[in-house]
């Protein structure tokens, strides 16, 4: 039995060392979200931090910011999903598919 012991401890051990890589890898991972047909543009990586916030100088209407703020909103979420569909693919390419708790699936 202690056997099967140090050999899943192994394996936890190899696991733990695949979850930090990939999570190395996330962050270096680059998706996009926009609306406005492109006017609103929010880049995010793969562990769903926002980078970067991109406004064409023509959406800027200060008679309309709520129109801004809604197409900011939109691009924002937008690239959170996309790096919450990139994030979800590593954990289910590490995880071999099983439903482990504590993982975000």
């Known amino acids: 039995m202690a056997k099967g012991l140090g050999d899943l401890m192994k ?5 733990q ?10 962050a270096e991972k680059r998706v996009e979200g926009s609306s406005g047909g492109g006017m609103v543009r929010v880049i995010a990586n793969g562990k769903q931090e926002i980078l ?17 703020e809604e197409l900011v909103l939109a691009a924002v979420n937008q690239a959170k999903e996309k ?3 990139v994030q979800m693919e590593g954990l289910s390419g590490l995880t071999g598919g099983m439903k482990i708790p504590g993982l975000p699936f």
């Open 83 to 85: 790096a919450a569909e």
């Open 17 to 26: 060392a695949k979850m930090e890589q990939m999570q190395e890898e996330l």
């Open 52 to 68: 970067e916030i991109k406004i064409d100088p023509e959406v800027v209407n200060p008679e309309d910011v709520a129109m801004l």
């Open 11 to 15: 394996q936890m051990q190899a696991m």
